[in-house]
């Protein structure tokens, strides 16, 4: 029998546990062995839940990586902490899967991706809306050539009132950003990998701050909101003429929350909610939804496990590497520094 793929967890909070435990537990050739957390009865519980023992729980990561032997390395701390342990588990010689967003800048981006190519192991930033039923069938859309060449997205994924009540999303010095990195880096993520990765060129955004640092009818402590926004908006301008217009919010006054990514190509275009497949067919515009979709019921971070796994145990590039992320946090940064300034900025 072929050896088990031995994963250690870094962070082991509730996206660690509600969804990456599942994603590992589904694969016979992958085992979680050990989990460091800095906060003990967190670490503690969420061995309880993955089997792990007592004594490969750990406070300290980096006692982690010297005393346990692994393969991989799961990656699940605030988004502020992501650097320092991806390029540790790299260092002992691990691959690594880091959640979204990779990083709080460009530049810490960059020296995750070079230190897994330093390495020479594979990194994986867990971008898993690309892996969910609707996304995984537009992309056999684009593949089979329905639409053409994509040159335009909206992307909207607002909350009318979603601001997280738990974890570390809305304080500033874990998180960074609020629902433009919470959000937005899922839906610009989508856009761009559909599009096939244009180059980003400049982005012009505004962001507002107007509900959640009062008290509402929300559960989160408004004291304790310190990320720069609740609300993004902008348009980000790609190579080739392309772009995405987009906009992302917890908290706004509209009517109805939406996650609706359209995309218009020369051949057709496309939406994911519902699955629609628009194209010029006999002389019509029609507008195709899928009876039956292979891909129904699927558990996108699962999938996106899986895909890593395949990735490293046949040598295959990086289902989402970090070229690709770091193309993501460019527009990101541009975003928050677009508002900051009031214009548009180069990215």
């Given amino acids: 029998m072929a050896k088990k793929l031995r994963v250690g967890f870094v962070g082991a909070g509730g996206i660690a546990q509600g969804a990456h435990f599942p994603g590992w537990d589904a ?40 005393t346990v032997e692994l393969d991989i390395v799961d990656v699940c701390t605030p988004n502020c902490y992501h650097k320092a342990p991806v390029i540790a588990g790299f260092k002992a010689g691990c691959h690594v899967i880091v959640e979204k967003p990779i990083a709080v800048s460009v530049r810490e981006a960059e020296q995750m991706t070079q230190a897994g190519h330093d390495a020479g192991k594979l990194f994986m930033v867990a971008q898993s809306m690309r892996y969910g039923d609707t996304s995984l069938a537009m992309r056999d859309w684009v593949d089979a050539g329905f639409v053409g060449d994509l040159y335009w997205a909206r992307a ?33 993520d989508l856009c761009l990998h559909l599009m096939d990765h244009p180059e980003p060129v400049s982005v012009s955004a505004g962001a507002w701050l107007e509900l959640s640092k009062k008290p509402s009818l929300m559960k989160h402590d408004p004291k304790k909101y310190t990320v720069p926004e609740e609300f993004v908006a902008g348009f980000v301008r790609l190579a080739d003429g392309k772009a995405i217009s987009l906009e992302t919010s917890w908290a706004i006054n509209v009517p109805q929350g939406s996650g609706t990514i359209v995309l218009a190509g ?82």
């Avoid at 309880?48 to 006692?63: I, L, R, T």
């Avoid at 019509?284 to 890593?308: C, D, K, Q």
Wanted: proline letters at 5%.
């Fill in 27 to 66: 694969l016979a050739d992958c085992e979680i062995v050990a989990i460091a957390d800095i906060n003990k009865a967190t670490g503690d519980a969420a061995a309880a839940k993955a089997g792990v023992s007592a004594d490969m729980v750990f406070e300290d990561y980096k006692k982690m990586l010297d």
């Fill in 156 to 188: 909207s994924y607002l909350r009318q009132r979603g601001v997280p009540a738990w974890g570390a999303f809305t304080v500033k010095a874990m998180s960074a950003g609020g629902p433009g990195y919470d959000l937005g880096v899922h839906i610009l």
């Fill in 266 to 347: 020369t051949k057709g275009g496309m939406q994911n909610s519902p699955l629609t497949l628009v194209r010029e067919e006999a002389g019509m515009l029609v507008n195709s939804t899928p009876t039956i979709n292979p891909y129904a019921g699927i558990a996108s971070h699962s999938e996106e496990i899986r895909r890593f796994v395949e990735a490293v145990k046949k040598g295959l590039p990086s289902p989402v590497p970090g070229e690709q992320a770091i193309m993501t946090q460019r527009i990101l940064d541009g975003i928050y520094k677009s508002a900051e300034k009031g214009k548009e900025v180069k990215v």
